[in-house]
């Protein structure tokens, strides 16, 4: 089994940032993908951002030049760092990780969520 565990929500001021992590830990051999996803009442969950294993990033064209997803492979996590928050932004953000367990099974995880709030 595998836990995401994300931390860095809060509340923040337009123009302010804010930088999310993702710890992951379990039966973890290696990573295909990890990556952020956000969500709002009403609407679907939408892509952010994801990193694959050899280091491509791809990002939802409303937060590119904004934020940026980075993996620090030695601690098994991903952060998002999120600058020049927009109201727009303000969504439960969660972590995904595509991970290639040491059965060598691929599975498919997400973190509990972390609220995001841009407000004045």
């Known amino acids: 089994q595998v836990q995401l565990v994300e931390s860095g929500g809060g509340l923040v001021q337009p123009g302010g940032s804010l930088r999310l992590s993702c710890a992951a830990s379990g039966s973890i051999f290696g990573f295909y993908v990890m990556g952020w996803y956000r969500q709002v009442p009403g609407k679907q969950r939408e892509l952010v951002a994801l990193i694959e294993s050899g280091g491509n990033t791809n990002y939802a064209d409303s937060v590119k030049g904004r934020f940026t997803i980075s993996r620090d492979s030695g601690e098994n996590a991903v952060s998002l760092q999120m600058n020049s928050l927009t109201p727009e932004d303000t969504a439960v953000y969660y972590c995904?990780?595509?991970?290639?367990?040491?059965?060598?099974?691929?599975?498919?995880?997400w973190g509990q969520g972390t609220q995001v709030t841009v407000s004045s």
């Open positions: 995904n990780a595509d991970i290639q367990s040491v059965a060598r099974t691929r599975e498919n995880y």
